[in-house]
């Protein structure tokens, strides 16, 4: 049996203030990116202990809020933590967000944390139009994921980002739309360029492992035949 020669970790951002206080959005700035709740600050600590012993090289997460905070709490629970790439990529489907995506500037997120590492240029700096539902951000999810592992070919890395993103990372790694629950793990190993996904949406680490929101909106997702259509298109434009 051949030995993996990397191992990509997904993490979903923890639970969001919106998820529990109802009448946040309403006094907002940027409605589409709420913080973290207390609860959702806890689980990512969680998943920080999960993760302290992995050796993990780089850390990959979304520009909004949410995840920003998620990648900071994990990376508090380890003894030497790697720095924090900013990927625009792998930020929320523009289905959910304003127009355009209420995320912070780097100098918001620096106030968040002060080891992230601004000299990182990303795959995107800003966002392509999306359509339809959650499949709109599947190509640009799919080529973010290519774009960093062909740039970044050694060493094992760790994405921090949102629902329908995470779901696309399996897709386009895996040939299956997956989408998991706040806060829960993703591991997919790689032989030579093919991955296999060991698990995904995990959420053993979790003291609590109710209201997770691990089922989609109906009105927000789209069908699996868009999904594969969106993927399909994407690798033959690239080709």
């Not at 625009?88 to 106030?111: A, D, F, H, Y």
């Not at 640009?140 to 592992?149: C, L, Q, Y």
């Not at 594969?228 to 033959?236: G, I, K, V």
Request: glycine letters at 8%.
């Amino acid at each position: 049996m051949r030995t993996p020669n990397r191992t990509l970790w997904f993490v979903r951002h923890g639970e969001r203030v919106d998820n529990v206080d109802k009448e946040w959005k309403k006094s907002a700035e940027r409605w589409d990116d709420p913080p973290l709740s207390t609860r959702g600050h806890y689980q990512a600590r969680e998943v920080g202990t999960a993760l302290a012993d992995e050796p993990i090289d780089y850390v990959f997460c979304s520009p909004f809020t949410r995840c920003v905070e998620t990648a900071t709490e994990i990376l508090s629970q380890w003894k030497a933590p790697p720095p924090i790439f900013i990927e625009p990529g792998l930020g929320e489907s523009l289905n959910v967000c304003m127009s355009p995506p209420g995320r912070p500037t780097m100098g918001q997120i620096k106030q968040i944390n002060p080891n992230v590492d601004d000299s990182y240029i990303p795959v995107f700096t800003s966002l392509p139009p999306e359509h339809g539902g959650d499949a709109g951000c599947i190509p640009r999810v799919a080529e973010t994921i290519g774009a960093i592992i062909a740039n970044y070919p050694t060493g094992n890395i760790l994405f921090v980002s949102h629902g329908s993103p995470i779901a696309a990372c399996h897709l386009a790694l895996c040939g299956s739309w997956r989408y998991v629950g706040q806060c829960t793990i993703g591991k997919i190993t790689g032989y030579t360029g093919n991955f296999h996904c060991e698990y995904y949406g995990d959420k053993r680490h979790l003291s609590d492992k109710a209201n997770l929101r691990e089922v989609q909106t109906p009105k927000k997702s789209s069908s699996d035949r868009q999904r594969r259509e969106a993927l399909t298109q994407m690798r033959d434009n690239s080709s």
